[in-house]
């Protein structure tokens, strides 16, 4: 079945330490994006990119970065200069890159917890 | 730039009860609208989408919504509550022009009693 792996589901890390969130798809899908969960604050994008080589930041882009050096796979990394990075990150994809009418496809998540 | 406000952080009904989650837009024009759903610890998967068409959309496991531009309202409902159907509901919204991200809501939580 066609979908989006996201790994690890769980990640500890100390403060300090930058990570990277591991994010590939099977659905051919052009446009890959990375959201930030946070409890009660819905979900606000990161970053997304709509082509292979190239992105665009997000509402919440300081503190994080990403690359697109292939079409499957858009890995997010969550840098020290991230204050408060411990939160639930989603990544999704859509088909087409050129349209709002996109529905996204998403992954199960990474829980990041900063000790 | 359109957004999104879901009234009511938390949402109780009984099981076989009327569902009523409410969402309303900001926007200049028309936007398109989604509803997802979220089960703990997961990802998010579309219910149903608004894409300028026929107002009253109708999605998975029941649920429908009614665009209303006079209101400027999205809001979700289902007939008949089951317990399977408590989760996190979230309204998104994304303009019709050019290319647009999705913006989402804060999201409001369905629990469901016996």
């Known amino acids: 079945d066609g979908g989006i792996t996201q790994s690890p589901k769980y990640l500890f890390r100390k403060e300090g330490q930058n990570v990277t969130l591991s994010c590939e798809q099977n659905l051919n899908h052009d446009a890959m994006y990375w959201y930030r969960q946070d409890p009660g604050q819905g979900l606000r994008l990161i970053y997304y990119s709509q082509i292979v080589n190239d992105f665009q930041k997000g509402d919440i882009a300081e503190g994080y970065s990403v690359s697109r050096e292939k079409k499957e796979s858009f890995p997010l990394t969550v840098t020290s200069a991230q204050k408060n990075p411990t939160a639930f990150y989603l990544c999704?994809?859509?088909?087409?890159?050129?349209?709002?009418?996109?529905?996204?496809?998403f992954g199960a998540g990474s829980r990041l917890t900063v000790l | 730039a359109q957004s999104v406000t879901q009234l009511g952080s938390h949402v109780s009904v009984s099981e076989g009860a009327l569902v009523l989650l409410r969402c309303n837009y900001s926007s200049s024009v028309p936007p398109y609208l989604f509803w997802y759903v979220q089960y703990p610890n997961q990802g998010l998967q579309l219910l149903l989408k608004y894409t300028s068409a026929a107002t009253l959309v109708k999605g998975i496991n029941g649920f429908e919504a009614e665009f209303k531009k006079s209101e400027t309202s999205f809001h979700l409902t289902k007939p008949s509550a089951h317990m399977s159907d408590a989760a996190e509901y979230f309204c998104a919204v994304s303009g019709t022009s050019g290319y647009s991200t999705l913006t989402f809501g804060k999201g409001t939580m369905l629990l469901v009693s016996p």
């Open positions: 999704a994809s859509s088909k087409d890159r050129g349209s709002g009418a996109n529905v996204l496809t």
